[in-house]
Protein backbone atom coordinates (compact mmCIF):
# COMPACT_ATOMS: atom_id res chain seq x y z
CA UNK A 1 0.00 0.00 0.00
CA UNK A 2 1.56 3.64 -1.24
CA UNK A 3 1.01 6.34 1.50
CA UNK A 4 1.32 9.64 0.92
CA UNK A 5 1.79 12.41 3.62
CA UNK A 6 0.34 15.76 3.09
CA UNK A 7 0.87 18.74 5.00
CA UNK A 8 -1.72 21.22 5.06
CA UNK A 9 -5.71 20.21 5.23
CA UNK A 10 -7.51 22.90 3.23
CA UNK A 11 -9.36 23.09 0.09
CA UNK A 12 -5.61 22.83 -1.74
CA UNK A 13 -4.97 19.88 -0.08
CA UNK A 14 -8.48 17.92 -0.68
CA UNK A 15 -7.31 18.36 -4.64
CA UNK A 16 -3.54 17.22 -4.05
CA UNK A 17 -5.25 14.52 -2.22
CA UNK A 18 -7.53 13.27 -4.74
CA UNK A 19 -5.10 14.40 -7.36
CA UNK A 20 -2.74 11.79 -6.16
CA UNK A 21 -5.46 9.21 -5.53
CA UNK A 22 -6.19 9.65 -9.29
CA UNK A 23 -3.04 8.74 -10.40
CA UNK A 24 -2.80 5.63 -9.10
CA UNK A 25 0.78 6.13 -7.66
CA UNK A 26 -1.26 6.24 -3.56
CA UNK A 27 -3.57 3.76 -2.19
CA UNK A 28 -4.01 6.25 1.41
CA UNK A 29 -3.04 9.78 2.17
CA UNK A 30 -2.89 11.22 5.72
CA UNK A 31 -2.82 14.80 6.39
CA UNK A 32 -1.05 17.29 8.96
CA UNK A 33 -2.17 20.78 10.06
CA UNK A 34 -1.43 23.54 12.34
CA UNK A 35 -5.01 23.65 12.83
CA UNK A 36 -4.09 20.67 14.95
CA UNK A 37 -2.61 21.84 18.08
CA UNK A 38 -4.89 21.29 21.07
CA UNK A 39 -6.01 18.15 22.57
CA UNK A 40 -8.93 17.69 20.34
CA UNK A 41 -8.00 16.11 16.59
CA UNK A 42 -9.18 17.51 13.64
CA UNK A 43 -11.81 15.78 11.66
CA UNK A 44 -11.04 13.41 9.07
CA UNK A 45 -10.77 15.13 5.11
CA UNK A 46 -12.35 12.92 2.18
CA UNK A 47 -12.16 10.39 4.81
CA UNK A 48 -8.36 10.50 5.46
CA UNK A 49 -6.97 11.45 8.93
CA UNK A 50 -5.04 14.60 10.03
CA UNK A 51 -2.85 13.42 12.26
CA UNK A 52 -1.48 17.02 13.88
CA UNK A 53 0.69 19.32 13.41
CA UNK A 54 3.03 20.21 10.49
CA UNK A 55 5.80 19.55 12.29
CA UNK A 56 5.30 15.83 12.95
CA UNK A 57 6.42 15.48 9.42
CA UNK A 58 10.12 15.96 10.84
CA UNK A 59 9.57 13.13 13.60
CA UNK A 60 11.27 10.12 12.94
CA UNK A 61 7.57 7.81 13.62
CA UNK A 62 6.55 9.69 10.47
CA UNK A 63 9.20 9.66 8.16
CA UNK A 64 8.91 5.84 8.99
CA UNK A 65 5.95 5.41 7.76
CA UNK A 66 5.81 7.79 4.87
CA UNK A 67 8.59 7.86 2.40
CA UNK A 68 6.59 10.42 0.17
CA UNK A 69 5.12 13.63 1.11
CA UNK A 70 3.67 16.86 -0.32
CA UNK A 71 2.96 20.08 0.52
CA UNK A 72 -0.48 21.93 -0.32
CA UNK A 73 -0.70 25.29 0.91
CA UNK A 74 -0.94 28.34 -1.20
CA UNK A 75 1.82 30.22 -0.08
CA UNK A 76 5.02 29.95 -1.89
CA UNK A 77 7.28 31.06 0.39
CA UNK A 78 6.46 28.15 3.04
CA UNK A 79 6.01 25.71 0.27
CA UNK A 80 9.37 25.69 -0.85
CA UNK A 81 10.49 26.44 2.76
CA UNK A 82 8.76 22.99 4.02
CA UNK A 83 10.01 21.02 0.65
CA UNK A 84 13.46 21.75 1.67
CA UNK A 85 12.85 20.33 4.66
CA UNK A 86 11.38 17.31 4.24
CA UNK A 87 14.02 16.62 1.28
CA UNK A 88 16.29 16.67 4.10
CA UNK A 89 14.24 14.69 6.63
CA UNK A 90 14.63 11.91 3.75
CA UNK A 91 10.91 12.24 2.28
CA UNK A 92 10.78 11.74 -1.88
CA UNK A 93 8.82 14.90 -3.20
CA UNK A 94 6.93 13.06 -5.88
CA UNK A 95 4.90 15.46 -9.34
CA UNK A 96 1.43 14.54 -9.09
CA UNK A 97 -0.22 14.81 -11.87
CA UNK A 98 -3.71 14.12 -12.84
CA UNK A 99 -4.35 11.48 -15.37
CA UNK A 100 -7.18 13.81 -17.45
CA UNK A 101 -4.30 16.58 -17.44
CA UNK A 102 -1.90 16.35 -20.49
CA UNK A 103 2.11 16.66 -20.09
CA UNK A 104 4.59 16.45 -22.92
CA UNK A 105 7.12 13.78 -22.86
CA UNK A 106 9.79 16.50 -23.03
CA UNK A 107 8.27 18.84 -20.49
CA UNK A 108 10.21 18.58 -17.67
CA UNK A 109 8.32 19.13 -13.54
CA UNK A 110 10.40 19.27 -10.65
CA UNK A 111 9.84 17.86 -7.58
CA UNK A 112 6.77 18.39 -5.23
CA UNK A 113 4.77 20.09 -8.09
CA UNK A 114 1.40 19.21 -8.94
CA UNK A 115 -0.54 19.37 -12.03
CA UNK A 116 -4.03 19.03 -11.63
CA UNK A 117 -6.61 18.07 -13.82
CA UNK A 118 -7.76 18.39 -17.55
CA UNK A 119 -4.16 21.03 -17.26
CA UNK A 120 -1.59 21.30 -20.71
CA UNK A 121 2.28 21.27 -20.28
CA UNK A 122 3.69 21.30 -23.45
CA UNK A 123 6.64 20.69 -25.59
CA UNK A 124 9.69 21.50 -23.86
CA UNK A 125 8.56 23.09 -20.87
CA UNK A 126 10.17 23.81 -17.70
CA UNK A 127 8.46 23.91 -14.51
CA UNK A 128 10.26 24.54 -11.07
CA UNK A 129 10.04 22.43 -7.45
CA UNK A 130 6.90 23.46 -5.71
CA UNK A 131 4.60 24.88 -8.54
CA UNK A 132 1.23 24.17 -8.94
CA UNK A 133 -0.42 24.23 -12.40
CA UNK A 134 -4.17 24.17 -11.38
CA UNK A 135 -7.33 23.09 -13.30
CA UNK A 136 -8.05 23.88 -16.77
CA UNK A 137 -4.31 26.10 -17.38
CA UNK A 138 -2.08 25.83 -20.24
CA UNK A 139 1.69 25.87 -20.33
CA UNK A 140 2.54 26.63 -23.81
CA UNK A 141 5.84 25.14 -25.45
CA UNK A 142 9.73 26.20 -23.63
CA UNK A 143 8.11 27.91 -21.02
CA UNK A 144 9.95 28.30 -17.94
CA UNK A 145 8.69 28.87 -14.38
CA UNK A 146 10.85 28.99 -11.46
CA UNK A 147 9.81 27.49 -8.66
CA UNK A 148 6.82 28.05 -6.16
CA UNK A 149 5.20 29.85 -9.20
CA UNK A 150 0.86 29.13 -9.19
CA UNK A 151 -0.92 29.16 -12.34
CA UNK A 152 -4.51 29.34 -11.08
CA UNK A 153 -7.65 27.41 -12.97
CA UNK A 154 -8.44 28.52 -16.66
CA UNK A 155 -5.06 30.50 -16.58
CA UNK A 156 -2.92 30.34 -20.23
CA UNK A 157 0.88 30.42 -20.65
CA UNK A 158 1.97 31.28 -24.59
CA UNK A 159 4.70 29.83 -25.48
CA UNK A 160 8.28 30.82 -24.18
CA UNK A 161 7.05 32.66 -21.37
CA UNK A 162 9.38 33.25 -18.73
CA UNK A 163 7.75 33.61 -14.71
CA UNK A 164 9.95 33.89 -11.84
CA UNK A 165 9.98 32.51 -8.22
CA UNK A 166 7.14 32.23 -6.44
CA UNK A 167 4.40 34.40 -8.64
CA UNK A 168 1.04 33.53 -8.77
CA UNK A 169 -0.82 34.22 -12.32
CA UNK A 170 -4.71 34.35 -11.62
CA UNK A 171 -7.48 32.80 -12.20
CA UNK A 172 -8.32 32.95 -16.23
CA UNK A 173 -5.37 35.29 -16.85
CA UNK A 174 -3.42 35.36 -19.97
CA UNK A 175 0.11 35.71 -20.96
CA UNK A 176 1.27 36.60 -24.76
CA UNK A 177 4.06 34.74 -26.14
CA UNK A 178 7.93 35.70 -24.84
CA UNK A 179 6.81 37.64 -21.81
CA UNK A 180 9.01 37.84 -18.99
CA UNK A 181 7.34 38.03 -15.58
CA UNK A 182 9.66 38.98 -12.72
CA UNK A 183 9.60 37.07 -9.11
CA UNK A 184 6.66 37.76 -6.46
CA UNK A 185 4.59 38.92 -8.77
CA UNK A 186 0.96 39.00 -8.59
CA UNK A 187 -1.25 38.77 -11.66
CA UNK A 188 -5.13 39.32 -11.32
CA UNK A 189 -7.87 37.41 -12.23
CA UNK A 190 -8.86 37.67 -15.84
CA UNK A 191 -5.99 39.84 -16.34
CA UNK A 192 -3.78 40.00 -20.23
CA UNK A 193 -0.15 40.32 -19.79
CA UNK A 194 1.56 41.42 -23.29
CA UNK A 195 4.64 43.28 -21.17
CA UNK A 196 7.17 42.26 -18.92
CA UNK A 197 6.71 42.87 -15.42
CA UNK A 198 9.61 43.39 -12.83
CA UNK A 199 9.61 41.64 -9.35
CA UNK A 200 7.45 42.08 -6.72
CA UNK A 201 4.13 44.50 -8.71
CA UNK A 202 0.50 43.58 -8.81
CA UNK A 203 -0.58 43.72 -12.33
CA UNK A 204 -4.35 43.59 -13.30
CA UNK A 205 -7.00 44.77 -16.47
CA UNK A 206 -6.89 44.37 -19.92
CA UNK A 207 -3.83 44.93 -20.72
CA UNK A 208 -2.30 44.41 -17.49
CA UNK A 209 -1.15 47.42 -15.75
CA UNK A 210 1.19 47.73 -12.30
CA UNK A 211 -0.81 48.90 -9.39
CA UNK A 212 0.92 51.75 -7.47
CA UNK A 213 2.86 49.99 -4.79
CA UNK A 214 1.00 51.06 -1.61
Not at 51 to 72: I, K, N, T, W
Not at 108 to 137: D, K, P, R, W
Request: glycine share 12%; aromatic share 4%; with cysteine.
Amino acid sequence: MSLLLILGAGGHAKVVAETAIASAHFSEVAFLDDRCNGPDPLPSVLGFPVLGPLALALEPAQRDQFASAAVAFGNATARLNWIEQLVAAGYALPVLIHPTAWVSPSAQIASGSVVFAHAAVQALASIGAGSILNTGCSVDHDAQLAGGVHICPGARLAGEVQVGSRSWIGIGASVIQQVCIGADVTVGAGAAVVRDLPDGVTAVGIPARVLPRP
